[in-house]
């Protein structure tokens, strides 16, 4: 079976109240459309349209940002809102004889699982129907339409919750508006739709009708978890699907063998990735595609984004983005690693150390109070408590190398572009401004050396 996805995502959403188009607000740090679609993906639909409108441009840019790997994604664009049929229908030209089924589905229902949407898949194959469609069974109705069936319980028609009468709304099975049709059936029969309701638009449910009318048989999908078809239409069910949204990647972890001592206060972004026995703390916030190895301790208070850590590694209280870790790496608590941080195996950093596009080899040590940007710093060397590489001369960002074995002096300021040798030495509160040979000591402001070490390992 050859299926195509239609994901609709040009609704306005009004009511978000928002600039941002409402399929790119994000659920656990992704914009909603992406679950769409690589949802789609998993279902192994051979094309993909996602029909846009309001904020179109936006959607487009987005996608790649994300990096998205889908080759097989047609945009296509909903100029006039015209209703869910007229939206589907713009999708005709793209994938009209390239597949013999169309997967229609939101891309503002983010909490839809892949195994759901499988089985709608399956029992259409299995029945070979024109159109099998997803129902839920729920108490609140939510806006849905209510699911009519004659007494053989079969499908015979949607009624709109407010056209409902008072026995319909004792209905709790509901349309979720996701289906599965026949590829020829639905071209055909899309384009013969006419247009109804208050706002005279072109309705995808009238195609149940349609089907009713020419005596084929509608086929449905039930399902009982009301919280897969939660669609996002204001914060408030932002908020709601962020929540259950939340739960699930939690659970999930859990399950495979992360600890999470708190999940109520731990936030993991549907992209993180975590290795077995890592412990996360409360107040935790893993973000963006972080990767977190085995057996860490991440926590309590730490915010991780974008960033890879080690195996055995231990952070306390410390925000790290876009910085790598190796293994066995201790930071914390309350320092700060920055963009293009590289921490070698076996670093320690203490409190309030700040790292920025620098790299530190195996070993090295920093306590306490240090700023360490645009520096390459070797292995096992010692950086005191209050050193600063003066990175920037006002026009323009300079480096800092540092050899290995060395020892710098607490309150040691680094003025750039500088070197220091290996096992070299500096004192306290020196001020550095021109390069250290390997196996010396500076000190004073500005520094100067005042002794050779001799290097029995020469």
């Not at 009238?206 to 078809?229: C, F, K």
């Not at 608590?333 to 700040?354: C, I, M, Q, W």
Request: glycine share 8%.
């Amino acid at each position: 079976m050859n299926i195509a996805a239609v994901i609709l995502a040009a609704g306005q959403g009004t009511r978000m109240k928002s600039d941002l188009p409402k399929v790119l607000h994000p659920i656990a740090g992704k914009p909603m459309v992406l679950y769409a679609l690589e949802t789609a993906r998993a279902l192994n639909a051979s094309t993909i349209a996602l029909v846009t409108g309001h904020g179109g441009d936006q959607v487009r840019a987005a996608i790649p940002n994300y990096q998205l790997l889908i080759t097989n994604l047609d945009f296509v664009e909903q100029r006039d809102q015209r209703g869910t049929g007229h939206a589907v229908l713009q999708a005709r030209d793209a994938l009209r004889g390239k597949t013999n089924v169309v997967l229609v589905m939101y891309a503002d229902m983010p909490l839809l699982k892949i195994e759901t949407l499988q089985r709608l898949i399956d029992r259409h194959a299995a029945t070979r129907g024109k159109l099998t469609m997803l129902t839920v069974v729920s108490n609140d109705s939510m806006g849905f339409g209510r699911i009519l069936r004659d007494p053989n319980q079969r499908v015979i028609g949607i009624v709109e919750d407010a056209d409902a009468t008072p026995a319909q709304r004792e209905i709790r099975e509901l349309n979720c508006g996701v289906y599965c049709f026949d590829a020829d059936w639905l071209w055909d029969n899309l384009a013969q739709l006419e247009p109804s309701g208050k706002k005279q638009e072109y309705y995808l449910t009238d195609l149940v009708a349609r089907a009713v009318a020419q005596e084929i048989l509608v086929e449905a999908e039930t399902l009982n978890d009301v919280t897969e078809v939660i669609g996002i239409n204001t914060r408030v069910h932002l908020a709601q699907a962020e929540k259950i949204a939340r739960q699930r990647i939690n659970e999930r972890w859990m399950l495979d063998g992360v600890t999470l001592v708190d999940p109520a206060t731990t936030y993991i972004d549907a992209d993180v990735e975590i290795g077995m026995d890592t412990r996360l703390e409360p107040n935790t916030q893993l973000k963006g595609r972080t990767r977190i190895g085995a057996h860490c301790v991440i926590g309590a208070n730490s915010e991780i984004k974008d960033s890879e850590i080690g195996d055995d590694c231990e952070v306390r209280a410390s925000t790290i983005e876009d910085a790598t870790l190796e293994d066995h790496v201790e930071i914390g608590p309350y320092s700060h690693l920055r963009g293009g941080a590289y921490l070698s195996r076996g670093v320690h950093l203490g409190n309030y150390v700040e790292v920025k596009n620098s790299r530190l080899a195996e070993e090295v040590k920093a306590g306490h109070f240090s700023y360490l940007g645009d520096a390459e710093i070797g292995a096992r060397t010692n950086i005191g408590a209050g050193t600063i590489t003066c990175n920037f001369d006002g026009a323009q960002k300079n480096k800092t190398i540092i050899g290995a074995d060395a020892f710098i002096g607490s309150d040691t300021m680094l003025v750039a572009p500088v070197t220091i040798g290996d096992r070299a030495r500096t004192g306290a509160g020196s001020v550095v401004t021109k390069n250290v040979p390997s196996d010396s000591l500076a000190v004073g402001a500005p520094a100067r050396v005042i002794r050779k070490f001799v290097n029995h390992n020469s």
